[in-house]
């Protein structure tokens, strides 16, 4: 199993371009979410999704799109990107239940806005 | 407001040593609580986790200690080694879910040899 799979790794965007961060699991997970990370400032909450064509927002919602076609993919769109969502994005996914206790990170996507 | 809010930001411990690193929240909401570690370059990986019904949870080296009427939380690593050295995060959710975590802002340990 490759697990969560993110791409690209590395992204250089000019402010004002749009793009699409791409996230896949293969574990069947209901759950997926899209965290940023910045420095001193933990993983925050960007959006996160039950199940297909199903997304709520997290804590920092705004500049962000998400949509769950499939249970596999959950891609994060900027729409016209800003230098301050320069930052490590990460796609996590779990599965639902009090049996499942894990999400599980991928390895991030590491994006700078100029 | 932050949710959670942990302590200290690093932590320089020496080999053999125990690292104690501290959480508190303000949502009584909250019922599940993990720990997240991560090296560098890499993302998050669960470490430990545990539900308010139990006040610690043990696996190897690595202790919760959990207080429900103070709201707070902490890991324990006992015997810390250089290969613990890694950013650590503590989180919270509500419905046991791990698709909406709120995290701590982290704390970086160094194990010195």
């Known amino acids: 199993n490759a697990g969560v799979t993110q791409t690209p790794k590395f992204q250089v965007l000019k402010t004002g371009q749009s793009m699409t961060l791409q996230c896949a699991q293969d574990?069947?997970?209901?759950?997926m979410s899209w965290y940023r990370q910045d420095p001193g400032m933990g993983l925050r909450l960007i959006h996160y999704?039950?199940?297909?064509?199903?997304?709520d927002q997290g804590e920092v919602p705004n500049g962000y799109n998400v949509s769950r076609s499939t249970t596999e993919d959950f891609p994060l769109r900027l729409l016209s990107a800003a230098p301050s969502q320069t930052s490590v994005y990460f796609c996590a996914s779990g599965g639902l239940g009090r049996g499942h206790t894990e999400a599980f990170f991928g390895q991030g996507t590491r994006l700078t806005v100029v | 407001q932050q949710q959670v809010k942990q302590s200290p930001q690093s932590l320089i411990v020496q080999k053999g040593g125990i690292s104690i690193i501290n959480c508190a929240y303000e949502?009584?909401?909250?019922?599940?609580f993990p720990w997240y570690q991560q090296f560098p370059g890499k993302g998050p990986a669960l470490l430990i986790a545990i539900r308010p019904d139990v006040s610690e949870k043990k696996e190897g080296r690595f202790t919760i200690s959990f207080n429900k009427s103070a709201k707070q939380f902490s890991l324990h690593i006992m015997d810390s080694q250089p290969g613990d050295s890694a950013t650590y995060f503590c989180a919270a959710s509500i419905g046991g879910s791990q698709g909406n975590l709120i995290f701590g802002k982290g704390t970086k340990l160094s194990v010195k040899p």
């Open positions: 949502n009584t909401a909250f019922d599940y």
């Open positions: 574990m069947n997970h209901e759950y």
């Open positions: 999704s039950v199940g297909a064509g199903i997304t």
